[in-house]
């Protein structure tokens, strides 16, 4: 919502298949967040970047990798390595790294399911 | 690190009476606090956040918060709730040198006519 756009909304995926997640903003912000969500679990973070070429790893990193080659774009691979790949994925944003005390924005989400 | 609890996986109450949704936290040092509210298939949306000051918080909608620092909980409430509240409630946590976001499990609020 208000310039963050994640996209597909929903995409099926086979086993054994590699597949990306699109997010992308256009308000300048310099933090972007993976998360992903799962019924009763909450939101737990897979990856975020606080500058261009620069991502750190989340609780539950292993099975995604992530690019950050511009700033409005932080793009999310599933990888085949991912064994439990179905569930919504939200991506999230923030103005500046290091401000803790501002809310994040998030997008609409992705619902990933293995077919 | 930091984490948080919402003791309740759902909260029912009749439309025109208030409500609350319960959430404590565990942080070192000064807590940021906040409250999202999502809906079916949607993103999160910001509600109100605690950063210092007022322990009450007023946000979006008609919703409040209370910060009690030494029960660490962050309440989240409103004195007469409408059926479109209807939705599942996060809280979330962030310290004061940390920019990681630790989330709850989230609570489904359901609101019945």
């Known amino acids: 919502d208000g310039g963050i756009t994640q996209s597909p909304k929903y995409l099926f995926r086979k086993e054994g298949q590699n597949v990306t997640l699109s997010c992308e903003q256009n308000?300048?912000?310099?933090?972007m967040y993976w998360y992903r969500q799962d019924p009763g679990q909450g939101l737990r973070l897979i990856y975020y970047s606080q500058i261009v070429n620069d991502f750190q790893k989340g609780d539950i990193a292993e099975g995604y990798s992530v690019s950050r080659e511009k700033k409005e774009s932080f793009p999310l691979t599933v990888t085949s390595a991912q064994k439990n790949p179905t569930a919504f994925y939200l991506c999230?944003?923030?103005?500046?790294?290091?401000?803790?005390?501002?809310?994040?924005?998030f997008g609409q989400g992705t619902r990933l399911t293995v077919v | 690190a930091q984490s948080v609890a919402q003791p309740e996986d759902q909260v029912n109450v009749a439309e025109g009476n208030p409500l609350t949704v319960k959430c404590t936290y565990s942080v070192s040092g000064n807590p940021y606090l906040f409250w999202y509210v999502q809906y079916p298939n949607r993103g999160l949306q910001f509600l109100l956040k605690y950063i210092t000051g007022d322990n009450l918080v007023k946000g979006s909608y008609g919703f409040e918060a209370e910060f009690n620092k030494s029960q660490t909980s962050f309440h989240l409430k409103k004195p007469s709730a409408l059926v479109s509240d209807s939705a599942l409630y996060f809280c979330a946590v962030r310290g004061n040198n940390n920019n990681d976001m630790r989330f709850g499990a989230g609570t489904r609020l359901t609101v019945k006519p």
């Open positions: 999230a944003i923030q103005p500046r790294a290091g401000e803790f005390n501002t809310e994040a924005f």
């Open positions: 308000l300048n912000h310099d933090a």
